[in-house]
Nanobody
Framework: VQLQASGGGLVQAGGSLRLSCAAS????????MGWFRQAPGKEREFVAS????????DYADSVKGRFTISRDNAKNTAYLQMSSLKPEDTAVYYC??????????????????WGQGTLVTVSS
């Protein structure tokens, strides 16, 4: 599956952005989708994940209550709605896909497909 992330940009602290991840190729509905981010000089970290039907979502503690992950299988697209953004949310955001064979959804090494990343910059 090929993934294309979009929607990043510059936003003031307290603002909102919605990221999109468009998938093509293999059946999108067969994959768990995840969002990860990487800030300069830091390791890639888990942000959120959503199972194939959307029945389960998981979030990093740092974004819980502010970010919402969702998916539209009919449109082959996953979303990350980000609200109450903080300067520490500044990073390149990546969407990723993996088969659903269990295990932790927050481990980036278990994801097989990655998008190219979209930059989110939050100014103070």
């Amino acid at each position: 599956v090929q993934l294309q992330a979009s929607g990043g940009g510059l936003v003031q602290a307290g603002g909102s952005l919605r990221l999109s991840c468009a998938a093509s190729g293999r059946a999108f509905s067969g994959f768990v989708m995840g969002w990860f981010r990487q800030a300069p000089g830091k390791e890639r970290e888990f942000v959120a994940s959503i199972t194939r039907s959307g029945g389960r979502t998981d979030y990093a503690d740092s974004v819980k209550g502010r970010f919402t992950i969702s998916r539209d299988n009919a449109k082959n697209t996953a979303y990350l709605q980000m609200s109450s953004l903080k300067p520490e949310d500044t990073a390149v955001y990546y969407c990723a896909a993996r088969a659903d064979y269990g295990g932790t959804y927050g481990n980036p090494h278990l994801y097989d497909y990655w998008g190219q990343g979209t930059l989110v910059t939050v100014s103070s």
